[in-house]
């Protein structure tokens, strides 16, 4: 039997629903009728991205599988543009549930982050440079246009 355990109303105000909305900037690098591909601000690695459904959802808890596969198609899409587009020599996902479990923006999202040999994660919640954060979209972008 499948349960589906209870966790809090999705709250339509959380932030990536204000940048799908595009009430506040984002530096966006790709999307479909179902997700947006946009950088994360307080990047732990060059070309740290976030990838999101465009319809609601807090996280994997109350997410449908539609939801939940459409966004791991464009995971793996920009998981592989990042490869080309930094030269990475692989990538690690990250996913958070709940506050307990590390969440701290409400709507599902999956982190992208392009990974080299002898370079560790960035400690998190340190703003980025906006210009080389601009820099790392264009070249996901170009990068995703020859896959
Ligand atoms: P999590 O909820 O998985 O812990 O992480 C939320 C992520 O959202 C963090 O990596 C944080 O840097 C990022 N973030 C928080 N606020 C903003 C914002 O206003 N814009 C963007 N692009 N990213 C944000």
């Known amino acids: ?6 966790t809090p ?10 940048i799908l909305r595009e009430e506040i900037p984002s530096f966006r690098v790709y999307e479909d009728d179902e997700t947006l591909c946009f950088m994360d601000i ?3 690695a060059d070309g740290h991205c976030l990838v999101i459904p465009k319809t609601p ?3 994997v808890l109350d997410a449908t599988p539609e939801q939940l596969a459409a ?6 899409k920009v998981s592989r543009a990042a490869m080309v587009a ?4 692989g990538v690690s996902l990250q996913q958070f549930n709940e506050a307990v479990g590390g969440q701290e923006v409400f709507h599902l999202h999956v982190h992208v982050l392009p990974r080299h040999a002898g370079t560790p994660m960035r ?12 820099g790392h979209a264009e070249q996901l972008r170009a990068a995703l246009e020859t896959l």
């Open 71 to 76: 966004v791991m198609r464009t995971v793996q």
């Open 1 to 6: 039997m499948t349960t589906t355990p209870a």
């Open 9 to 18: 109303a999705y709250d339509p105000d959380n932030i990536f629903a204000k």
């Open 86 to 89: 930094f030269g990475a020599g």
């Open 57 to 59: 959802c807090r996280n």
């Open 123 to 134: 400690a998190p919640g340190k703003m980025g440079d906006m210009d080389a954060i601009k």
């Open 42 to 44: 307080m990047p732990r």
